[in-house]
T-cell receptor, first 113, second 116 residues
Framework: AQSVTQLDSQVPVFEEAPVELRCNYSSSVSVYLFWYVQYPNQGLQLLLKYLSGSTLVKGINGFEAEFNKSQTSFHLRKPSVHISDTAEYFCAVSGRNFNKFYFGSGTKLNVKP | EAGVTQFPSHSVIEKGQTVTLRCDPISGHDNLYWYRRVMGKEIKFLLHFVKESKQDESGMPNNRFLAERTGGTYSTLKVQPAELEDSGVYFC??????????????FGPGTRLTVT
């Protein structure tokens, strides 16, 4: 079985500051890794994913994440956040069959002016 | 291309009543999944359909929950009778099935269920 831990339930940050949202996972098998974002009153939108290859993955809206196998982490970063990035972010893992995603409990990013 | 749609967006019912949630997947997606997020906790897997068949229902909490996908198109999730702990956001997702392999899941906006 897999599990995902997002240690920070809320992250306040000022506009144009850098941000890192942490995600650690545990799994006995190889996994795929994902970050989803949920804007207010909207569904989950895929930000980026790691399937294989380069461990640095670039996604939409200037976000990127780095897969670290030894530390079983997949932290999400953005060098300069905007007010519009205020949302809840979910880290998820799945097995290589893409079925049954396991999600973290979410991190609410609050970007202040 | 239309995304995954869910109906209703919100539902408020009393304990003991019945509620049916509907999910329309992206056209052509044979895989359909239900997930639930309770009280700000993690989003948890409920079950997975491949076409009209239940592939994995290991996440269904109890027999008060019944999921169907007649004809392999839209799916319904019925809760009967509803209990207070069933409150939460129910997400539906769908994905393509090609050569026996599933691909990334696309999520709907969710249905927020409140049981009072």
């Amino acid at each position: 079985a897999q599990s995902v831990t997002q240690l920070d339930s809320q992250v306040p940050v000022f506009e144009e500051a850098p941000v890192e949202l942490r995600c650690n996972y545990s799994s006995s098998v190889s996994v795929y890794l994902f970050w989803y974002v949920q804007y207010p009153n909207q569904g989950l939108q895929l930000l980026l994913k790691y399937l294989s290859g380069s461990t640095l993955v670039k996604g939409i809206n200037g976000f990127e994440a780095e897969f670290n196998k030894s530390q079983t982490s997949f932290h999400l970063r953005k060098p300069s956040v905007h007010i519009s990035d205020t949302a809840e972010y979910f880290c998820a893992v799945s097995g290589r069959n893409f079925n049954k995603f396991y999600f973290g409990s979410g991190t609410k990013l609050n970007v202040k002016p | 291309e239309a995304g995954v749609t869910q109906f209703p967006s919100h539902s408020v019912i009393e304990k003991g009543q019945t509620v049916t949630l509907r999910c329309d997947p992206i056209s052509g997606h044979d895989n359909l999944y239900w997930y639930r997020r309770v009280m700000g906790k993690e989003i948890k897997f409920l079950l997975h359909f491949v076409k009209e068949s239940k592939q994995d229902e290991s996440g269904m909490p109890n027999n008060r929950f019944l999921a169907e996908r007649t004809g392999g198109t839209y799916s319904t999730l019925k809760v009967q009778p509803a209990e207070l702990e069933d409150s939460g956001v129910y997400f539906c997702a769908s994905s393509q099935l090609f050569a026996g392999r599933a691909y990334e899941q696309y999520f709907g906006p969710g249905t927020r269920l409140t049981v009072t």
